[in-house]
Nanobody, 119 residues
């Protein structure tokens, strides 16, 4: 069993910044990728950013240039630095861990952390 715990969400004004963290623990034998998805009210869950073993990153077009994903392999932790936040970034943010390279749908997920961007 793998447990993921997200932190760092909250309320921020437009143009502000937040840093999300996701710490993985439990039976972790390998990590192919970790990353973040988000789900806004009434919308489907969407990819935000991923980082695979070796450091290659992927971002949704809507967050490129504003968000940065990073990973601490020693701590099994993934971070999402979010700058220049917009109201459209309001969502519950979920982290995942894919240990076998089968894709996030087959990985472990956290419970989510709420990010609200509003004045």
């Amino acid at each position: 069993q793998v447990q993921l715990v997200e932190s760092g969400g909250g309320l921020v004004q437009p143009g502000g910044s937040l840093r999300l963290s996701c710490a993985a623990s439990g039976s972790i034998f390998s990590i192919f990728s970790m990353g973040w998805y988000r789900q806004a009210p009434g919308k489907q869950r969407e990819l935000v950013a991923t980082v695979i073993d070796g450091g290659t990153t992927t971002y949704a077009n809507s967050v490129k240039g504003r968000f940065t994903i990073s990973r601490n392999n020693t701590k099994n932790t993934v971070y999402l630095q979010m700058n220049s936040l917009k109201p459209d970034d309001t969502a519950v943010y979920y982290c995942y861990l894919d240990s076998r390279g089968l894709g996030p749908a087959f990985g472990s997920w956290g419970q989510g952390t709420q990010v609200t961007v509003s004045s």
